[in-house]
């Protein structure tokens, strides 16, 4: 298990984090989403150890990280701005990560590269960004991590190898509970692998829950009365009305209630027209960030 | 096992569920069958894994399967018997549904050559 407590991150006046609290089961995919800038990779940074926080605590297992390298030996963080020493090929990043890492798997490695059609001796730098992150995704993968941290998880590969990597991470999570946390803007990419998620907007963490939970918390409906109306008609005690859009007689409104509650306070209203519809993950997003 | 429908929004953890039961009822997963491992299901379908565990939970928490420790999951002899006692307990929908096509003028004969279709329809 993760977990960030009350951490702050500043840069200078900019505070990048502000009392971001995040829990992470082990062998959840979690899915780490929020607008540009609004804060993932830092967290992530301050999660790995990268940065140190400015406040709060990231523990692992109950304890800190703080000055203990050692809690952290099996967790790794693949960074969306890839770093690979310079020249090297994958064998040479293989060879370095043998050292570094003591559950480094050579056999792992050797089985990952044929099964991506890796050039293990290509130079790096050399490669299409696509191959990057899969030579990244396959160092990582063969040092057989507790934790793995990946900013901008797929970003490049191809459909097939996409979803092949999902097989490979898929696999880890049921086998040995690997715990992943992947930073993404893809909300299909969520949708498809992750059974919890926090939503990061400027700083501060709005969302945090299990998929289920997250798309049950707001709802839509499409609501039409037999005359022109306005906000006011679909209103009710204790209604949260995220969004109200209206062409006409026919509306689309959005509220953060109880859907049993909404159906019941709207269907007494006695509408020529009500559909319940739900909501994707996006649209959650969307509409908690605005 | 399974096959799962990406593009119909229902939720994968309930889709396995349902073609669970579909199984079962039909005889294609018997009273003891072993089901696949979660692992397994998982890499199979490239699902996460805890999404295929909640399905599991939720079988067994119905009786619908049970499981051995260090074997796996099986499906129980009382399965097909627990999901005739959760169907039967639709027949009120049934009933409203009935309720509801007398009010609209809706001839009785025709839900009932329904009915007849459904019950050929099937095994």
């Known amino acids: 298990m993760i977990n960030a407590i009350n951490v702050t991150k500043k840069f200078d006046d900019f505070t990048a984090l502000d009392n971001v609290n995040l829990s992470v089961q082990t062998g959840s995919i979690f899915g780490l989403v929020g607008s540009n800038g609004a804060g993932k990779s830092t967290l992530m940074r301050v999660m790995s150890g990268v940065y140190s926080a400015d406040g709060g605590t990231v523990t692992i297992d ?10 952290r030996r099996n967790l790794i963080y693949v960074p969306d701005d890839l770093y690979f020493l310079p020249g090297s090929s994958m064998d040479r990043m293989a060879k370095l990560c043998e050292s570094t890492r003591a559950r480094f798997d050579r056999e792992l ?15 790096i730098h050399a490669m299409s960004k696509g191959m990057k992150r899969q030579a990244a995704l396959i160092l990582a993968l ?34 040995r509970g690997l715990t992943v946390i992947m930073a993404t803007h893809s909300m299909h990419e969520v949708d498809d692998m992750c059974d919890a998620i926090a939503m990061l907007h400027k700083g501060h963490i709005n969302v945090q829950s299990d998929i289920q939970e997250v798309t049950a ?17 679909v209103r009710f005690d204790g209604a949260n009305i995220v969004s109200f859009r209206c062409d006409g007689t026919v509306a689309t409104v959005v509220y953060e209630n109880d859907r049993d509650l909404v159906e019941h306070e709207l269907k007494a209203k006695h509408p020529v027209l009500m559909n319940l519809l739900p909501l994707s993950l996006e649209e959650v997003f969307i509409y908690k960030c605005q | 096992m399974f096959t799962i429908d990406n593009l119909c929004g229902v939720p994968v953890y309930e889709q396995i569920v349902r073609q ?8 294609i997963l018997p009273p003891d069958a072993p089901m696949p491992s979660v ?44 999901l005739r006692a959760e169907l039967e ?20 004969q025709a839900v009932l050559q329904a009915v007849e279709r459904g019950y050929s329809g099937k095994s």
């Open chain 1, 109 to 123: 490695y050797a089985s990952l590269a044929e099964q991506f059609e890796a050039d293990r001796k290509k130079p």
């Open chain 2, 20 to 27: 669970t039961e579909t199984f079962i009822l039909r005889g």
């Open chain 1, 142 to 175: 063969a040092s057989r991590p507790d934790i793995l941290l990946i900013d901008e998880t797929f970003d490049g590969l191809d459909v097939i190898k996409r979803h092949h990597m999902r097989e490979i991470m898929v696999d880890a999570v049921a086998e």
């Open chain 1, 62 to 71: 109950g304890e800190d990280i703080t000055n203990r390298p050692g809690v």
């Open chain 2, 89 to 108: 307990k639709q027949l009120d929908t049934v009933e409203r549904l009935a309720a509801q096509f007398a009010s609209a003028g809706i001839d009785k």
């Open chain 2, 39 to 82: 692992r397994a299901v998982a890499t199979q379908i490239a699902a996460n894994p805890n999404t295929i565990q909640k399905a599991y939970t939720n079988l067994l928490s119905r009786g619908l399967i049970y499981a051995a420790p260090g074997k796996g999951s099986f499906v129980s002899a009382e399965a097909k018997g627990i």
């Open chain 1, 217 to 233: 918390a707001l709802v839509k409906v499409q609501i039409a009365f037999p005359q022109a109306f306005d906000e006011d008609a």
